[in-house]
């Protein structure tokens, strides 16, 4: 890529009228009007609101205004080796865009994992179920 395409690319990516998707299907990548893309999903959360899946507080909770996007990096395991140590990778995913919908999905969760077999704890998720095969 040369010096005028990299302009190019980060004055879309800087352009905050607009919001960049890949496409359901085929790979392609869809560069949306901001308003609009925030209309289809206010319109698909007053659908489900409508339809009563969702009631008015647990729209207006999953609407995140001001989302951060999440941080990916590692912790070292110092307790397995001191020289080069192996990192626990982290997704710190707190205020993102999809944080309301982690709440919302552990708490609807929550009741039907007391009935596995096993889970597993996420900070910030109580529990995800397992699978156990059993013979």
Not at 25 to 33: C, E, L, Q
Not at 41 to 52: C, F, P, R, T
Not at 60 to 74: A, C, E, G, N
Not at 111 to 123: A, E, G, M
Request: some cysteine; glycine content about 4%.
């Amino acid at each position: 890529m040369d010096r005028e395409e990299r302009g190019a690319l980060q004055s879309i990516l800087a352009d905050k009228e607009i919001i960049i998707k890949p496409a359901d299907k085929g790979g392609a990548t869809v560069i949306m009007d901001r308003f609009m893309y925030q209309k289809k999903i206010n319109h698909i959360l007053e659908q489900a609101v409508v339809s009563v899946i969702i009631n008015k507080k647990t729209q207006q909770f999953l609407i995140k205004s001001d989302p951060i996007i999440p941080v990916f990096y590692t912790l070292p395991k110092i307790h397995k080796r001191l020289d080069n140590p192996p990192g626990r990778p982290i997704v710190a995913s707190t205020d993102s865009i999809l944080s309301p919908l982690y709440i919302l999905l552990e708490k609807v969760l929550a009741p039907l994992v007391k009935n596995t077999l096993s889970f597993i704890c996420i900070q910030g998720i109580s529990s995800i179920p397992l699978r156990k095969w059993v013979n």
